[in-house]
């Protein structure tokens, strides 16, 4: 009988703490569960890019309220003295996310927290030496001060991520230079001077690049293809002096690709002669190669000769799988212009260079070698790669 | 002995139990109410407690600190200047407040956030949850709520819910639903609005403004990131570890809780009483059993250990059941305790129960424990009798007698310990208890004394009025002592803790409506709705203020301003008035000269409510530092006032000394004083009628104010009043078992009466005169006991708890409820065994003789 109030006691007891012991320390998550994006597609209300346009600066280096998209996209190799390669990639994103006049109040660059204009920053350093590619994804509301872009001193920010006008003695509307600052959670940094080396190029038809046969499938689109870039590059702990050359597109759409495009492949070089290539294929679902790709060529005074999708021959040398993604992106081209009497042969210098963000691609520094004209020449680029996900 | 024989004891003893079921029954009852109630409290105790910590959880999320401003609000471009400029990565800007959904019946947390920034913080309110940020931050009225919310509102994605904040109606488009994943995050997300900063600055009329900055910082961050950060704050503005805000929400209920803990052991002690008096008798009734028993070679110890055994059966019986009933009365009890706690400190929704082990281990554990205690004396009397004496009964009675004055005088000792355990400085609320429970078992030891010396004065009265038979049933209840002042102790302490709570109850109460009638100067009052009853949270619309003062009919106002402010005490309520050198007629002045009046609006010198001094031991010409928009600034405490309205204790400022210190134009509150010769009824309708479609607020006379200030005075009080209505019933059980088992065990004594001719009616009146009696001494002893318990209660414990200076205040209604109380139970405990004994024949309860 004693045995068993003990018994009883000691399954209380231990019922007891079963019962409670499961409630410590758990983290109070939950999911949200919302309507599916009303017209999240649906272009209706934004302004589109339906032709060529006359640009005004140094407005037009500002941000376009009213479209869908925009970016300010910074990508380039330097170098340090010892010849150390660093690429990197710094690009802020303007997305609106409701048309321009469905909103109750508060337009784009109020004070107000309230805002249709949301800021995507993405920034990497590709370390070529050890083979390292680090990147962050940020974003903001522009809003609030946190991000935005203004014209005004000319500044594209997202927190203290960003891109701020310096002064010069031969800056104009047009070209000046800028200073770009980033610096990732885990220390990694960039804080470079950036100036053109090289006239602004309007891309496509006098800035207008039509991307699509849909009507306002297209977008607006300049350029600096070349920029000599110094500063500091900070990896690891490590600050590095670096100087070498940017690039830089500044591009604005509603909607660019047609239903039937996949992705695109987009190549930035430049070449050690002076010339700059920007070539990119628009892909189709089906694997071909869509008519609206395009590129252009820049010689070193910064004329640009259009560049067509048959006057370029583009063979896919080698691939490489990502381990993130299980992409399988390519990595080796060879690249045919017989147009410019131009061969090259053009390979990422380290495979994994994708950027694992909330949409996922590739952006990596490229190695490139070939002859131009009969001459040896060599150079450095970016190659940017999307809609090689799997489903 | 061996194990079958110890066996066959139990089993005899089992049979004795089931042979008188009633007394079993009760004595059951009596473990099982006490254990209910303690139960319950803790229970509703600490589902209040889990739920308040749920919602602070989902509410605080992982901040580990958090940057304030000075008066409840801080600019937001500091939060531009931590992300970017401090390159603080984990901070999240947050606008809180409350609001009310149509529909729903209980005040919802407001919290609006950055969804971008909210990842690291409250993944729930986050982007990456799901938010769409398109429809959440584009400018619009919308937000999420929990699915379980929507399905209670019966809403959908897509629905718009009406909802008001502080008297503005506003309607809110609900974009998603907040899928809980598991009941804890469901118990902790139910009553959280979640809305974009911008909306909820709209909501709240704070346009430039957050709450507050929560951030996420590294274990060393005191060292070297917040001295640095500390620089870039504005004055006034401040990091706080995000768990002080915890710290001082637990201060505040501190003693809330424990007092709902003492009283809900007062019942259990009841409890005890009768458990005592329930094993005294099973012993008693038992005793040539016992004796026969013992004759045959049983033990001492296994006397011992039987009854021990019996008291273990029905300790865990009653534990048992009181663990159940216990956990349905905390379902009534936790709305109770969750009322209170929204009227006087935050706002809490407490939707379920948490019923954890340690409510349920303390339950069993005294449950138990008290029935073993309660039953060792008994037990140790039955197992150390000498056979021989145990056999006969008037052994036992001719003990007690003996007893008497040994017992007075331990009981006047262990009176005199407790007075010795008041004078204890610094004894706090605990000292206080424990001397309370040493002075009522020190009362119930003089009992026995007390007894005879009112029989000597009740029997010439009876006799007079009843015969014999009244002469009779007075020398019965002494004859009997032993039994009968077990019983009438219980029954004493018993209704004395209903005299104790309820006079308590009243003394507060008459000085709170003293104090209102006196410090309600104005004929009119408008304040907004506020979530907490005791504390102006929200603000009335500039315009209605202005519009309201020029009424036609109000001769003068003014304004009173209720904020949070941080001061070297922590976070305190601070109140600006704007009355001038006229306050004087309003606030009752504790301590300090009215000189105060005249000087308070020029200098840095304010007033503190009593209870504010006692809790954070300041007094006059102390300094206060309250931390400003201007910087930390120093104020001279010059006056100590009477305040009932809040537990935690007001400072009171002159506003224009505010203005200098504060960047804060709103007002919560607005006094109106009619022209002479203007119905006050018709100038609040004429008001009224001004304020429709600017904010819904209350406009109240003084009356009408005073009216609903007593409510909910009376609201935070009725757990109070359950508890001692919990009380009253254990008391009453209490008395109907201990006297009907006094009775039905005499029935061999009723017997002999009969026999010798005494007919049934004479037999009733017998019967029920002696229990009325032993009614009326318990009721008349129960008075000085009770208004003793009260007195520690209002000057000791309330002291100690609160540092209120309560009226003492004994009302005859009380008083008189007692005394009809123990007289009308113990005359219902005569009524079963009258009529038993009324219908045997004498004959067969003589049988065994």
């Known amino acids: ?391 | 002995m061996s194990k079958y024989s110890s066996d066959l004891l139990w089993l005899s003893s089992l049979r004795f139990l089931l042979q008188h079921p009633w007394h079993f029954a009760l004595s059951i009852l009596g473990v099982a109410l006490g254990v209910s109630v303690v139960v319950s409290i803790d229970i509703s105790n600490s589902s209040a407690k889990t739920a308040f910590s749920l919602s602070t959880e989902a509410v605080t999320g992982k901040a580990t600190h958090q940057i304030q401003g000075a008066a409840e609000d801080l600019d937001e471009e500091v939060y531009q200047t931590i992300r970017i400029d401090g390159k603080i990565r984990k901070s999240a800007p947050v606008v809180e407040g409350y609001a009310r959904i149509t529909g729903v019946n209980r005040t919802f947390q407001v919290l609006g956030v950055d969804p971008i920034a909210e990842a690291p913080f409250r993944n729930f309110a986050s982007q990456e949850a799901g938010i769409e940020l398109s429809e959440f931050m584009a400018g619009e009225n919308t937000g999420l709520i929990a699915e379980s919310v929507a399905q209670e509102l019966e809403v959908s994605i897509g629905d718009t819910l009406a909802i008001s904040v502080g008297g503005r109606s506003f309607s809110i488009r609900l974009i998603g639903l907040i899928d809980t994943q598991d009941d804890r995050s469901r118990q902790a997300l139910e009553s959280l609005l979640v809305l974009d900063v911008s909306t909820a600055q709209r909501l709240f009329d704070m346009q430039g403004k957050l709450s507050q900055i929560d951030l996420i910082l590294p274990q060393n961050a005191e060292e070297n990131i917040i001295p640095e950060l500390k620089t870039m704050l504005p004055d006034g503005a401040d990091i706080i570890r995000s768990d002080s805000r915890t710290e001082t929400v637990e201060q505040m209920t501190r003693a809330f809780e424990f007092n709902l803990q003492a009283l809900s052991m007062l019942a259990l002690l009841v409890g005890m009483f009768l458990i005592y008096n329930t094993m005294t008798f099973s012993v008693v009734q038992r005793r040539p059993l016992i004796g026969r028993l013992r004759a045959l070679g049983v033990t001492k110890n296994e006397i011992l250990a039987i009854v021990l055994k019996e008291a273990v059966l029905i300790g865990l019986l009653g534990t048992v059941i009181g663990m159940i009933s216990g956990i349905f009365l905390a379902q009534v009890l936790v709305k109770l305790v969750t009322q209170s706690i929204n009227d006087l400190y935050f706002v809490l929704s407490v939707q379920e129960l948490t019923i954890g082990f340690f409510p349920l281990a303390k339950g069993a554990l005294l449950g138990i424990g008290a029935t073993l205690i309660a039953s060792f004396w008994p037990a140790r009397e039955a197992s150390q009798a000498e056979v021989s004496t145990v056999l006969r009964r008037s052994s036992n009675e001719s003990k007690i007698t003996k007893r008497i004055l040994p017992l007075a005088i331990i009981g006047v000792s262990a009176g005199l310990a407790g007075l010795g355990i008041l004078l204890i400085p610094n004894g706090g609320i605990a000292a206080g208890y424990s001397s309370l429970l040493f002075m009522i078992v020190g009362f119930s030891l003089i009992i026995p004394m007390l007894i005879v010396g009112m029989a000597k004065v009740l029997r010439p009265v009876l006799g007079k009025v009843n015969g014999l038979i009244g002469k009779m049933s007075v020398r019965g209840v002494v004859t009997e002592l032993s039994r009968t002042s077990v019983a009438i102790a219980a029954l004493v302490v018993a209704v004395a803790a209903t005299v104790g709570v309820g006079v308590m109850v009243d003394s507060f109460r008459t000085t709170v409506v003293s104090w209102l009638e006196s410090q309600l100067q104005a004929d009119v009052y408008v304040q907004p709705p506020s979530s907490v009853s005791r504390n102006a949270d929200s603000e009335l619309v500039p315009m209605l203020v202005d519009i309201l003062k020029e009424t036609e009919g109000v001769a003068e106002s003014h304004t009173v301003r209720s904020v949070d402010v941080r001061t070297n005490n922590g976070t305190d309520n601070l109140v600006a008035i704007d009355q001038g050198e006229a306050a004087r007629n309003t606030y009752q002045l504790k301590e300090g000269d009215s000189g105060f009046w005249q000087d308070y609006t020029e200098e840095n010198i304010l007033m503190v409510s009593e209870v504010y001094a006692y809790r954070n031991e300041v007094g006059l010409g102390d300094s206060l530092f309250i931390v400003t928009d201007r910087g930390r600034q120093g104020f001279e405490i010059r006056a100590i006032n009477f305040d009932y309205a809040s537990d935690i204790g007001t400072i009171t400022i002159n506003r224009e000394i505010y203005n200098q210190y504060f960047e804060d134009e709103a007002i919560s509150g607005l006094a109106l004083y009619a022209e002479d010769g203007v119905e006050v009824d018709e100038l609040v309708e004429r008001l009224r009628e001004r304020s429709k479609g600017l904010q819904e607020v209350f406009i109240r006379s003084n009356k009408g104010l005073r009216e609903a200030s007593i409510e909910i005075f009376d609201r935070t009080f009725t757990v109070t009043v359950v508890l001692r209505m919990l009380a009253i019933l254990v008391a009453f059980i209490g008395v109907l078992s201990a006297l009907m088992a006094l009775q039905l065990e005499r029935s061999r004594e009723l017997a002999v009466l009969r026999a010798n001719g005494m007919t049934p009616g004479q037999l009733w009146n017998y019967v029920i005169t002696q229990t009325g009696v032993m009614g009326v001494m318990a009721g008349i002893l129960s008075v000085p006991l009770g208004i003793l318990m009260a007195y520690i209660l209002v000057y000791v414990i309330n002291l100690r708890s609160f540092g209120w200076t309560l009226q003492f205040m004994i009302s005859s209604e009380v008083l008189i409820q007692a005394v009809a109380l123990a007289v009308v139970a113990a005359l219902l405990a005569g009524i079963y065994p009258s009529w038993k004994m009324a219908k045997t024949n004498p004959a067969d309860a003589l049988r065994n003789e």
């Not at chain 1, 032709?51 to 009213?66: I, K, V």
């Not at chain 1, 990639?89 to 109020?110: E, K, L, V």
């Not at chain 1, 583009?314 to 993604?325: C, M, Q, R």
């Not at chain 1, 053009?346 to 994994?352: N, P, Q, Y």
């Open chain 1, 1 to 391: 009988m004693k045995k068993l109030y003990w018994y009883i006691l000691a399954i209380t007891f231990i019922a007891g703490i079963v019962w409670f012991w499961p409630e410590q320390d758990q983290e109070i998550r939950a999911s949200v569960s919302v309507a599916e994006a009303m017209g999240g597609d649906d272009d209706e209300g934004y302004l589109r890019a339906t032709g060529p346009r006359e640009f005004t600066f140094p407005d037009d280096h500002g941000p376009h309220p009213g479209f869908r998209t925009e970016w300010w996209y910074y990508t380039g190799n330097v170098f340090t003295e010892e010849g150390r390669q660093f690429g990197y990639q710094f690009t802020i994103f303007r997305n609106q996310m409701s048309p321009p006049d469905n909103t109750t109040n508060g337009q784009a660059f109020g004070e107000d927290w309230d805002t249709n204009q949301l800021y995507l920053g993405h920034f990497a350093i590709s370390d070529v030496e050890n083979e390292d590619h680090v990147f962050e994804e940020r974003y903001s509301r522009g809003a609030a001060g946190l991000a935005g872009a203004q014209v005004e001193p000319y500044r594209i920010w997202l927190e203290d991520w960003e891109v701020l006008r310096v002064d010069a003695e031969n800056a104009d509307d047009k070209n000046f230079p800028v200073r770009v600052t980033a610096e990732m959670e885990t220390g990694s940094k960039i804080e470079l001077t950036i100036t053109p080396a090289k006239p602004l190029v309007l891309q496509g038809e006098e800035g207008y690049d039509k991307k699509g046969a849909e009507e306002g499938n297209a977008s607006y689109y300049l350029a600096f293809t070349r920029m000599d870039t110094e500063g500091l590059i900070t990896k690891n702990g490590e600050e590095y002096q670096v100087s070498g050359s940017s690039w830089m597109d500044h591009e604005w759409s509603t909607s660019a690709l047609d239903e039937s495009q996949e992705g695109w492949d987009w190549f930035s070089l430049q070449l050690s002669n002076g010339y700059d290539l920007m070539y990119y294929q628009l892909r189709n679902g089906d694997g071909s190669v869509s008519d609206f790709t395009t590129g252009s060529f820049i010689d070193p005074e910064g004329n640009k000769t259009i560049i067509n999708p048959e006057d370029v021959k583009l063979e896919v040398l080698n691939t490489w799988e990502s381990p993130h993604s299980r992409s399988v992106y390519p990595s080796q081209w060879v690249m045919k212009i017989p147009k410019l009497d131009l061969e090259l042969e053009l390979a990422t210098l380290f495979s994994d260079q994708e950027m694992d963000v909330s949409v996922r691609y590739f952006e990596g520094t490229l190695g490139v070698s070939g002859e131009m004209n009969g001459q040896q020449i060599g150079g450095n680029g970016f190659i940017e790669m999307t809609g090689y996900e799997q489903d």
